[in-house]
């Protein structure tokens, strides 16, 4: 499955300016709650809705069997996090389901989960959600200073606080080692 | 399938153009299908990979008809070979009657919920109970909080 067209080149667009709203400089590191706070989404720890026990149990049964959700309560989005992931992958989640709303992604496949059905997002627009949550975290101006102070994808994982997977995901598709050799 | 390649400030033949350089067909093609023409697969596909839409959209009653398994299954059975069309509709006939018997009604009554999640694909067996259970309970408190006006 690939991107649409254009799709990258108007992702690096539209994070700079969610960034430029928020008042972020090209480099700075985004905190996804101010960016919920933004868009007007609450973000809930699950915790708080069921009990820890449970979700350690699901754990048990099935590592990363639940990350995140977004539900849809009297007109409002309510993202969910799983208490139980690093802050790097809550970031990710929390970035990806935030995506979904920017990308105004409507809930129109069905998926049923032991006979429960839910209504959700079709696969490709899970890949533009993922594609566009590591470029609002991670956008190329971003990634090029951080290549020129001679970083590679652990210390930008570090440094702004995303998991190694999208740091290496992003430093390798954006070409920016490449770009930054070729001055 | 029609472009309007028409860019504003410039002729239109001068867009057209570059619409063809763009998409990597010629001009003369590009020219043919924007006037009706049907274009070949090759140039067909390039033009929906310019254009950043599936190709499937131009067949909109075959990409949006919905089979059931069953329903499914039947067309395979009639599609094989080693099946005369006889046999295939007894087979067809015994999986009606089989589907009808054992299929569990799909929730009657059950809105779905709206809900959109990040989970893994492949769920293990007691993970689907576990996880069905926790999102609606999730989502059950949500409404009360919401309703409280606690968040």
Redesign the interface.
Same mark, same amino acid.
Do not use: S
């Given at each position: 499955m690939t991107l649409p067209r254009g799709f990258k080149a108007n992702a690096e667009r539209e994070a700079l300016r969610l960034r430029r709203e928020l008042d972020l400089g090209d480099t700075d590191a985004l905190n996804v709650d101010d960016l919920a706070d933004h868009l007007k989404v609450k973000i809930v720890s699950a915790e708080k809705l069921v009990s820890r026990t449970r979700l350690e149990e699901l754990e048990r049964v099935q590592a990363y069997a639940f990350s995140a959700a977004t539900f849809q309560v009297s007109g409002r989005n309510i993202v969910v996090t799983n208490p139980l992931r690093t802050a790097g992958r809550r970031a990710s989640d929390v970035a990806h389901e935030l995506s979904h709303l920017v990308l105004k992604h409507d809930l129109t496949e069905i998926r049923e989960v032991n006979g429960m059905p839910f209504r959700t997002c079709r696969p490709d627009e899970e890949e533009q959600a993922t594609a566009f949550g590591g470029t609002l975290m991670l956008p190329r101006p971003l990634l090029l200073g951080a290549v020129r102070r001679q970083w590679g994808p652990t210390q930008i994982a570090e440094h702004y606080g995303v998991t190694e997977e999208m740091a290496r995901y992003r430093y390798n598709t954006t070409g920016v080692a490449k770009q930054v050799r070729g001055r | 399938m029609s472009c309007h390649c028409s860019g504003s400030g410039s002729p239109p033949g001068e867009s057209l153009r570059q619409a063809a350089v763009e998409a990597g067909v010629s001009f003369s093609t590009l020219t043919r299908v924007e006037a009706g023409a049907q274009p070949d697969l090759a140039t067909f596909t390039r033009l929906c +990979?310019?254009?950043? @839409?599936s190709p499937s959209r131009f067949f909109t009653p075959t990409a949006t008809r919905q089979m059931s398994p069953l329903d499914q299954a039947i067309t395979h059975l009639h599609a094989d070979p080693r099946l005369t069309d006889d046999a295939a509709n007894k087979i067809s006939s015994v999986l009606r009657d089989l589907y009808d018997a054992l299929a569990?009604e799909?929730?009657p009554g @059950?809105?779905?919920? +709206?809900?959109?999640?990040? +989970? +893994?694909s492949v769920?293990?067996p007691? @993970?689907?109970?576990?996880?069905?259970?926790?999102?609606?309970?999730?989502?059950t408190?949500?409404?009360r909080?919401?309703?409280a006006g606690e968040?």
């Open positions: - | +990979a310019w254009l950043g @839409v569990k799909a929730v @059950v809105p779905a919920l +709206a809900c959109h999640l990040r +989970a +893994a769920l293990r007691g @993970v689907p109970q576990r996880l069905a259970d926790l999102l609606t309970d999730m989502n408190e949500l409404e909080l919401v309703e968040l």
